[in-house]
């Protein structure tokens, strides 16, 4: 079975700090995505990338940046975290080829706090 | 632009109720539709999807057929259990590219 694994389940941070957050899949996929989740507003994307050291905005990025040094690991990074990004954020990934019919598979979610 | 709008919930049933959750979409082409489901404390995961127009996806007595004429993937159960009880999204991935949105989420809540 895929497995998406994110490294935390739940974090707590301070305005103004730097936040790592970070997935890694076992699947060799080549796309990865992360997503924050908000009530009533479904997941929205906020970065994905396509290979390795590639990167694409997705519909929020401002706030975020996005690390992808190995195919396996994508980070997310909140250079300055403020308390508007306290939310559940979710990983995925999916391979190539057909994108439209491939299945993303999700992380079990990582929900920051920021205080 | 590719967008789905799904229904509000939250959504209470009984056991052993019918089970609808509308969902529609707008696209250019064709998109590929999707339900995932999301159990608490968990991520997401896939409950079922059609690739084409009159393909029905189906999965755990959930089904959704995917109609072209109306721009509908709606996701009915003709018997929920309180296992089923979690958020459900529904999502369309038009072809070849990576821009897969998804519904607001519908919460269903099942009562013994």
């Known amino acids: 079975d895929v497995k998406v694994t994110q490294s935390s389940r739940y974090l707590v941070k301070r305005t103004g700090e730097k936040v790592f957050l970070e997935c890694v899949q076992d699947m060799d996929h080549e796309n990865m995505f992360w997503y924050r989740q908000d009530p009533g507003l479904g997941l929205r994307l906020i970065y994905f990338?396509?290979?390795?050291?590639?990167?694409e905005k997705g519909d929020i990025p401002e706030g975020y940046s996005v690390s992808r040094e190995k195919k396996e690991r994508f980070s997310l990074i909140l250079e300055s975290a403020s308390t508007n990004q306290t939310s559940m954020y979710l990983c995925?990934?999916?391979?190539?080829?057909?994108?439209?019919?491939?299945?993303?598979?999700f992380g079990a979610g990582t929900r920051l706090s920021v205080l | 632009g590719n967008s789905v709008t799904q229904m509000e919930g939250p959504v209470t049933l009984s056991e052993e109720a019918f089970l609808t959750i509308n969902c529609t979409y707008t696209?250019?082409?064709?998109?590929?539709l999707f339900w995932y489901v999301q159990y608490p404390g968990e991520g997401l995961q896939l409950l079922l999807k059609?690739?084409?127009?009159?393909d029905k996806g189906s999965n755990k007595g959930f089904e959704a057929t995917y109609r072209k004429e109306t721009t509908s993937f709606h996701l009915e159960k003709g018997s929920v259990q309180v296992s089923d009880s979690a958020v459900y999204f529904c999502a369309s991935h038009p072809y070849n590219n990576n821009d897969m949105r998804f519904g607001a989420g519908t919460r269903l809540t099942v009562k013994p």
């Open positions: 696209a250019t082409g064709y998109p590929s």
């Open positions: 990338s396509y290979d390795v050291k590639m990167k």
């Open positions: 059609a690739t084409k127009a009159d």
């Open positions: 995925a990934s999916r391979t190539g080829g057909v994108v439209a019919k491939n299945i993303q598979y």
